[in-house]
């Protein structure tokens, strides 16, 4: 009797957490609706925005250049004014989205969404050398946290419903619904379960569709691209491989710059309005002598496929844009390096293949072949997520063809990075923008290690227990020997969010580490657990057998 209560009970809970599933399924059907429509009309916007850059700085007169400085003035000072009372729509947004998942900050969802909207639309409007994907994400994450705040769902369900939010603005933005949850699982969570994937591609797809009816159906680049042919089988690898030499360098210039021009500014001791005043007439002179690398660039790379330019001219435009971005965004404007990203990543493909073409007697074709995959290979050495970076480049593109090429390229700069030992961008941005918290968490870590002297304990415990990592199945006295267990953490799992001390794991279990992103910090009683974590635990051999499978299922159990 007792044994089918508990079954009863067991399968009312059940279905309770299967009809919550299919709740939360919907809801993000409803974050993918609004993320479109939004997104779509900020695509749309910024579009007729370039059409009244243009009116203030061509055809210029004296009358015409006063009034366009001054209108370049106040749409500064309305941002910096948005800027000041919501901190949090500052740059791509990207960052914040992190900061959300990971707890450290809370969305004002509807200040903070309008205020993005209409800062974005004034800062890419104006010139800035910023992209709409960043502040896209950023829109999609608003709206999902906002249907969380409307129909009163749990913080569980709020990081559900914040990276399907993010997936439909990166669909609606680049029309690549892959590429959208691709990149919210492999830049914002690094781990996903089946509900998590299914929720992003609900929420992408239906965004998707929607910004389709608002802004047409065609692949972000409109043009035939072919493979480069009659070539040398060995100098082909010969010059891809240099190539991704290349696009590794210069995207760890990139970061590098990024940061140290956005330290510098902030240190700039004057007003903000009036920095920001002083900045704008700059991004007024620079619009109308330098209209080129104004913008996202999405222009310029439709414009560099198919047109001949000067290779001193090329080389010009490139240095131009890669400052102009780096200064754009130290501004702390609403704008993402997503897309300009992906054109210098272009831009230094056209200027490899036309030293190839001009100086090697290389066919013409390389040039791009080299722009198109130097787009996925800049953004696998910044970003540091490949498959995101080929999935983009390919529904961009609309050509698969490109697709064996794609990961040697992308394969190859992630290996680069990894040698040089490059950090991701968008986690250096996330680590300076809560700087303050971190490094209050580290100390509190640090003191807590002092404390405890945790490091000396395992130790001598390993060396008393003489423990050994790796037995094989057939060695003798299995059961006495101490073996290791790596349990992933899935996105809101009983382990998601919680300390190790909170836990409550069987007899003889001991967390030794948390590994994050391949590295490994001390478990101490307060260090906090997250998805995309992975637990690692040392035992003896029969407890691991035991309960390896439970922990494994905990680690990846989705709770209400």
């Known amino acids: 009797m007792a044994k089918d209560v508990l079954h009863e009970l067991r399968d009312i809970n059940s279905l309770k957490s299967r009809r919550n599933n299919v709740v939360l399924i919907l809801l993000c059907f409803l974050v993918g609706i609004f993320s479109g429509i939004i997104v779509g009309t900020y695509t749309l916007m910024l579009k007729k925005m370039s059409i009244f850059r243009e009116f203030f700085t061509t055809n210029l007169e004296f009358h015409k250049i006063f009034i366009g400085i001054a209108v370049f003035i106040i749409m500064g000072l309305a ?28 969305f004002k969802w509807f200040g903070e969404l309008v205020t993005k909207f209409v800062g974005g639309i004034l800062a890419i409007g104006a010139g800035m050398s910023m992209g709409r994907e960043g502040p896209s994400v950023h829109l999609g994450a608003l709206v999902g946290s906002g249907i969380k705040e409307i129909t009163k769902r749990s913080e569980v369900e709020e990081k559900y419903l914040v990276t399907c939010g993010a997936s439909a603005g990166i669909s609606s933005t680049f029309n690549a619904p892959l590429a959208g949850v691709i990149f919210s699982l492999e830049e914002l969570h690094k781990f996903f379960s089946p509900l998590l994937l299914i929720c992003t591609l609900v929420a ?12 047409g159906s065609q692949t972000s680049f409109q043009y035939n691209f072919m493979l480069p042919k009659d070539i040398p089988y060995y100098i082909f690898a010969l010059i891809t491989v240099i190539f991704c030499i290349i696009i590794t360098i ?13 330290r510098h500014y902030r240190k700039i001791k004057i007003n903000k309005y009036v920095k920001i005043a002083l900045f704008m007439i700059m991004a007024y002179v620079i619009a109308v002598y330098f209209s080129e690398i104004t913008g996202g660039g999405h222009e310029l790379i439709e414009e560099m496929f ?13 240095a131009l844009k890669f400052f102009y971005t780096m200064l754009c965004y130290a501004t702390g404007a609403p704008g993402g390096i997503f897309l300009p990203m992906l054109v210098i990543g272009a831009l230094t493909g056209k200027v490899y293949g036309g030293i190839l073409n001009q100086y090697f007697a290389i066919p013409s074709e390389v040039i791009v072949h080299f722009m198109l995959l130097g787009m996925a290979a800049y953004f696998t050495a910044v970003v540091r997520a490949p498959i995101t970076g080929i999935t983009l480049i390919l529904e961009m593109t609309g050509n698969f063809s490109y697709l064996y090429m794609l990961i040697i390229v992308c394969t190859i700069t992630y290996i680069f990075t990894e040698l040089l030992k490059m950090e991701p961008i968008y986690e250096r941005l996330y680590f300076n923008m809560f700087q303050k918290q971190i490094l209050e968490e580290d100390e509190k870590k640090r003191r807590m ?6 490091l000396e304990i395992l130790e001598k415990w390993w ?22 267990l ?13 300390t190790v001390k909170e836990l409550k794991l069987p007899e003889n279990l001991l967390i030794v580490s948390v590994r994050k992103a391949g590295k490994d910090s001390i478990a101490r009683g307060d260090t906090l657990i997250q998805s995309g974590n992975q637990l690692v635990i040392i035992t003896d051999y029969t407890t ?7 922990l494994k299922e905990k680690g990846m159990k989705i709770v209400d």
Do not use: H, W
């Open 449 to 454: 290690q002092k404390r405890f002297k945790r």
């Open 204 to 215: 992408s797809g239906t965004s998707n569709f929607v910004s389709r009816m608002i802004l």
């Open 250 to 262: 210069t995207g760890k210039a990139f970061s590098y710059f990024l940061l140290l021009i956005q």
């Open 544 to 550: 691991a057998q035991k309960y390896a499978g439970e």
């Open 486 to 498: 790596l349990i992933p953490v899935g996105a809101n799992s009983e382990f998601d969010n919680k």
């Open 306 to 318: 198919g047109k001949d330019v000067i290779l001193r001219t090329l080389i010009i435009i490139l």
């Open 79 to 106: 941002m910096q004014f948005m800027l000041v009372k919501y901190p949090l729509i500052s740059g791509s947004g990207i960052p914040q989205v992190s900061g959300l998942l990971t707890k450290k900050v809370k």
């Open 463 to 484: 060396k008393n227990k003489k423990i050994e990592i790796g037995i094989k199945p057939d060695e003798k006295n299995i059961k006495d020997k101490i073996v290791t």
